[in-house]
Antibody, heavy 123, light 107 residues
Framework: QVQLVQSGAEVKKPGASVKVSCKAS????????MHWMRQAPGQGPEWMGIINPSDGTTSYAQKLQGRVTMTRDTSTSTVYMEVSSLRFEDTAVYYC????????????????WGQGTLVTVSS | EIVLTQSPGTLSMSPGERATLSCRASQRISSSYLAWYQQKPGQAPRLLIYSTFSRATGIPDRFSGSGSGTDFSLIISTLEPEDFAVYYC????????FGQGTRLEIK
């Protein structure tokens, strides 16, 4: 069965960086895009960007351009998402989620989600 | 950026009733690129409907989607106790965005 397992909660100071991992299993890792979303307390989800695990190409939300980096390691079927120059408003639960269609189809909805990683930015 | 506005913000209904949730886009979107998700407290969202009409794997047929252009709806034909949750619409045609959610609560 498809599983996405994320790394644990993080507490960071403003200006620091955070890197969250998402290990995939139960399917062919390179066949499906991986999306990252985040959800601030009491808000709807926010799409952050997408990575093609096959070739590593990425596309980021304009709001986060320059502060977010997504990478992948095909040897461990793991994707990573790093946010730099953290601000208080980056406090949220961060999710990885698999696209429902195989690469190289365009952006799709997502079906399987990780369990979420709480990132707290606090001084 | 395409803004999605969901209404109502909160919907109070009883099990057995029919629920209709709305999602309005700030500009026209293709029916191929509209999805609905259900989220319960402490859980990740769950995909219900994609491409406006198509049910995701394992989703009961009491859930259905409709709409076109800028106006879309999620219909739950007969509410079950487990359906009370928050629902989000999402467009994924260009730089995906989500609505702010509709909370479906027990009356």
């Amino acid at each position: 069965q498809v599983q996405l397992v994320q790394s644990g909660a993080e507490v960071k100071k403003p200006g620091a960086s955070v890197k969250v991992s998402c290990k995939a299993s139960g399917y062919i890792f390179t066949k499906y895009y991986m999306h990252w979303m985040r959800q601030a307390p009491g808000q709807g989800p926010e799409w952050m960007g997408i990575i093609n695990p096959s070739d590593g190409t990425t596309s980021y939300a304009q709001k986060l351009q320059g502060r977010v980096t997504m990478t992948r390691d095909t040897s461990t079927s793991t994707v990573y998402m790093e946010v730099s120059s953290l601000r208080f408003e980056d406090t949220a639960v961060y999710y990885c989620a698999r696209g429902i269609v195989e690469v190289p189809a365009p952006i799709s909805s997502v079906d399987y989600w990780g369990q979420g990683t709480l990132v707290t930015v606090s001084s | 950026e395409i803004v999605l506005t969901q209404s109502p913000g909160t919907l109070s209904m009883s099990p057995g009733e029919r629920a209709t949730l709305s999602c309005r886009a700030s500009q026209r979107i293709s029916s191929s690129y509209l999805a609905w998700y259900q989220q319960k407290p402490g859980q990740a969202p769950r995909l219900l409907i994609y491409s406006t009409f198509s049910r995701a794997t394992g989703i009961p047929d009491r859930f259905s989607g409709s709409g076109s252009g800028t106006d879309f709806s999620l219909i739950i034909s007969t509410l079950e106790p487990e359906d009370f949750a928050v629902y989000y619409c999402q467009q994924y045609g260009n730089s995906p965005t989500f609505g702010q959610g509709t909370r479906l609560e027990i009356k």
